[in-house]
């Protein structure tokens, strides 16, 4: 189905209090709940779930199997690789009475590789890049890369992704070529 320039597969269900604006794509079996803002020509892969009031910037991507969870704000550029999963509760359990929502922000640039898991109450910097599978338990510095189970800095990258071959038990020394 095409609204101006908005496309929703005939599959998807987009709630009819979803902020969707120009040139979104929500493709096919993905849930977009009340509330959720969905930026210029951002892309909702296959088969994701967009809970109510989450926010998502300009022209991201969100590839096929995304759990995005009440708490979460998505930036501006931001990547989500397939079956990526942020957690919106600290202490999970089938009867909690008393649960609080943790936000969760992730930062404009921001990359997320496949099969990733972001727990909640962290900010994920400035285009920083998270590896497939990495479990992120804590704050991400802006243009980290991260990986690994807790996920532990590596190197840096700069706006492009391209490592920078950083000594990463002191700051990055190559602060004039993060923005290329």
Known sequence: ?????????TTAEVSEDANLSDGVK???WS????????????????????????????HCKIQNGVSLYHGLTVGNDVFIGPNATFTNDLVPRAHNTDWKVTSTIVS???????????????T????????????????????????????KIIDYVNKSGERLHCDVTSPCPHQD???K
Request: charged share 15%; glycine share 12%.
């Open 1 to 9: 189905m095409l609204n101006g320039t908005i496309y929703i597969h």
């Open 31 to 58: 849930k977009v709940r009340e509330g959720a803002q969905l930026g210029t020509d951002s892309i909702v892969g296959q088969c994701c779930y967009i809970d109510f009031d989450i926010t998502i910037g300009d």
């Open 108 to 122: 404009d640039g921001a990359s997320i590789g496949a099969n990733a898991t972001i727990v909640c109450g962290v």
């Open 26 to 28: 929500v493709w096919n």
């Open 124 to 151: 994920l910097g400035k285009n920083c890049m998270v590896a497939a599978g990495a479990i992120v338990t804590k704050d991400v510095p802006d243009n980290a890369l991260v990986m690994g189970s807790p996920a």
């Open 177 to 179: 070529i993060l923005e």
